[in-house]
Every structure is written in structure tokens, then in C-alpha cells.
């Protein structure tokens, strides 16, 4: 079964604080994706990437930044905190191919931001 | 752009009955697919059944079924004998394949009670 592993459960910050939440995949999946997830809002999404040093913005990227320097990793990367970025934040992995394949979710980081 | 529309957002069923969860969406793609994601209250979502638009015959697994009318752009999940544990939020999703462009465009989630 495919593994994709974020590395906080829960995370409480400060507003202005740079906050890295982590994600690693066990699959080697060439995509990665970052969503954010809102009552009300479903998911959006904040980047993805095709392989490594690549990256895509998604639907909502402003106030966010990635990192992908190994295939299995992708980081999210908050510069400045704010308190609208408080959320549930969710990593994918997929295969990538001819054929779509389904997304491999992580567990979810519930960041607070105050 | 694509968009996913759940006009459910809570629904309830008895243990043992039959429910049926709705989703329509608006593409002007001929191929493409479709899924519904699981989102138990542990987190973690999960793939409960996928769809190709090309394919007519409706998607089955165990006791979810889809209703795939793909002229009127409706994708509703059927789950028959509705058990405690299908207690989760639902989410509808279109990806349009292509080079480097897998993603998903979900629905805003419907919440379902399964009531013992």
C-alpha cells in the first residue's frame, strides 16, 4: 500500500512565523500536490509537482511556496504566517502515466495560526 | 475551467438503507474521469470508486455503485446496506488527463450520518 506520510499531525504557530509542513511519499510517485481543506470550501488546491524541482501553482498559491529537492519529499512552505492560513492541509501522491491514476492522501497537518 | 457541484451538503440514512449521493459538473472535455474520495472523521481520504468518461457501463465496487449520465453531466454514488462506518464526508472529483496536468477538481464535500 502506498504510504504518504505528513509529518505533524497538529501545529500551532505565531502570525509572521515561517512554518514548513512536510510530506513524503513511499511510492515513488512522480506527482505531489498540496491542498488546503475548509469547511464549506472542500479542497483547493495550493501546488503540485511533476517531479523533482518542478512545481505548478494550483487554484490558491498566493501566500505559499514548495520545495521538492528528492522525488519522495515535497514541502509546503509558509513565509509569514497569517491567521486566514489557518486550516487543514492535505499532501497527494499519484503515478504519473498515460492513464490517470487516483490521488494517495497523507493524514492531514491542522495548522493554527494566532 | 472545470467545476463540481455536491447541492447536498449533509445527508443521513438508516443503518441497512440505501443512499444516494448526487454530483453534477461542467466540462466541455470528452474524456475524462471521475471519482468519489472518502474522508472519514480519522482524516485520511481514501478512493472509493473512479469512473472513465468513456466508458458507459457504471462503475461498481461492493456496495457503491455509481449513476454515470454523461449527456446530462451527473456522476451520482449509490451505497446500498448503508453501515456505520460509511459515516464520512463525500467528496465528488473530475481530473482531465494530459501531459504533467493530473489534478483533481473536487466538489465542496457532502457530509453523511449513517444513524443505527
Request: aromatic share 12%.
Amino acid at each position: 500500500d502506498v504510504k504518504v506520510t505528513q509529518s505533524s499531525r497538529y501545529l500551532v504557530k505565531r502570525t509572521g512565523e515561517k512554518v514548513f509542513l512536510e510530506c513524503v511519499q513511499d511510492m515513488d510517485h512522480e506527482n505531489m500536490f498540496w491542498y488546503r481543506q475548509d469547511p464549506g470550501l472542500g479542497l483547493r488546491l495550493i501546488y503540485f509537482s511533476y517531479d523533482v524541482k518542478m512545481k505548478e501553482k494550483g487554484d490558491i498559491p498566493e501566500g505559499y511556496s514548495v520545495s521538492r529537492e528528492k522525488k519522495e519529499r515535497f514541502s509546503l512552505i509558509l513565509e509569514s504566517a497569517s491567521t486566514n492560513q489557518t486550516s487543514m492541509y492535505l499532501c497527494a501522491s499519484s503515478l504519473s502515466g498515460t492513464d490517470a491514476s487516483p490521488l494517495h492522501f497523507g493524514n492531514g497537518t491542522r495548522l493554527t495560526v494566532t | 475551467a472545470q467545476t463540481v457541484t455536491q447541492s447536498q451538503p449533509e445527508m443521513s440514512v438508516q443503518e441497512a438503507e440505501t443512499v444516494t449521493l448526487s454530483c453534477t459538473y461542467d466540462t466541455s472535455e470528452s474524456n475524462y474521469y471521475l471519482f468519489w474520495y472518502k474522508q472519514p472523521p480519522s482524516r485520511q481520504m481514501i478512493l472509493v470508486i473512479r469512473q472513465e468518461a468513456y466508458k458507459q457501463q457504471n462503475a461498481t465496487e461492493n456496495r457503491f455503485s455509481v449513476n454515470f449520465q454523461k449527456a446530462a453531466k451527473s456522476f451520482s454514488l449509490k451505497i446500498s446496506d448503508s453501515q456505520l462506518g460509511d459515516t464520512a464526508m463525500y467528496f465528488c472529483a473530475f481530473m482531465k488527463p494530459g501531459a504533467g496536468s493530473y489534478q483533481l477538481t473536487f466538489g465542496k464535500g457532502t457530509k453523511l450520518s449513517v444513524i443505527p
